[in-house]
């Protein structure tokens, strides 16, 4: 399993572009990127996933270099609602060693 | 139609005592899993159910015991409840590793 690295929180405005980067040296040939969000009291939801170069989806890109040793979430025009805890996760076929650690905490302010 | 949903939502009990969580998917998913979210906001697995079969089994206490009467259900059985056992416990299902978690609303467990 992959061990991830995320800043511990990110400060934001509304209509401002958030990139969240999460650092994964040790990723395999197999593994995959896939990021959560999680409101308070709720549980994670799914974003976006990605193997390498970029994926756009409505809500988010994902960026990942060519070495695929870290990867950065990019939410464009940020609102309130975008506050929330924001998850790395690197996973490959049949790792059911998941582990989502701390994730990012990203408020977006008026 | 709720995807993954558990019960109860919240749970306060008192330490030495026995209680369980179910947890229930209708998305057909294969694999279902059982996390522990503490106060730090870590999320971290505690097990995983494929086809009824336990794939992994974290550093949890063995109070601590999966229990799949069938592919739609993962329930959590806690013996001897302590202290430390405060968290919140989620319940979320895939169709494979790879695949999108769909989680479960959360139990909010206190032990006092």
């Known amino acids: 399993l992959a061990k991830t690295t995320q800043p511990i929180s990110m400060d934001s405005y509304e209509g401002q572009e958030v990139n969240i980067t999460c650092s994964h040296n040790?990723?395999?040939?197999?593994?995959?990127i896939t990021w959560y969000q999680q409101f308070p009291s709720q549980g994670p939801r799914f974003i976006i996933q990605?193997?390498?170069t970029k994926v756009t989806n409505e809500v988010a890109s994902l960026f990942i270099p060519a070495d695929r040793k870290s990867s950065t979430l990019s939410l464009p025009r940020v609102s309130l609602s975008d506050t929330a805890v924001y998850y790395c996760?690197?996973?490959?076929?049949?790792?059911?060693?998941?582990?989502f650690g701390a994730g990012t905490t990203v408020t977006v302010r008026a | 139609d709720t995807a993954v949903s558990q019960t109860p939502k919240y749970l306060v009990t008192q330490m030495g005592n026995d209680k369980s969580i179910k947890c229930e998917q209708n998305?057909?998913?294969?694999?279902m899993y059982w996390y522990k979210q503490d106060s730090k906001k870590f999320l971290k697995i505690m097990f995983s159910?494929?086809?009824?079969?336990?794939?992994i089994n974290e550093t949890v206490p063995n109070r601590f015991s999966p229990k799949s009467p069938d592919k739609a259900h993962l329930n959590l059985h806690i013996n001897s409840l302590e202290l430390g056992d405060s968290a919140v416990y989620f319940c979320?299902?895939?169709?494979?590793?790879?695949?999108?978690?769909?989680f479960g609303p959360g139990t909010r467990l206190t032990v006092t």
């Open positions: 979320a299902s895939s169709q494979s590793t790879l695949g999108e978690q769909y």
């Open positions: 990605g193997y390498k």
């Open positions: 159910y494929n086809n009824k079969e336990l794939i």
């Open positions: 996760l690197v996973a490959g076929p049949n790792d059911y060693k998941l582990s």
């Open positions: 998305l057909g998913h294969d694999t």
């Open positions: 040790n990723i395999a040939t197999n593994d995959y």
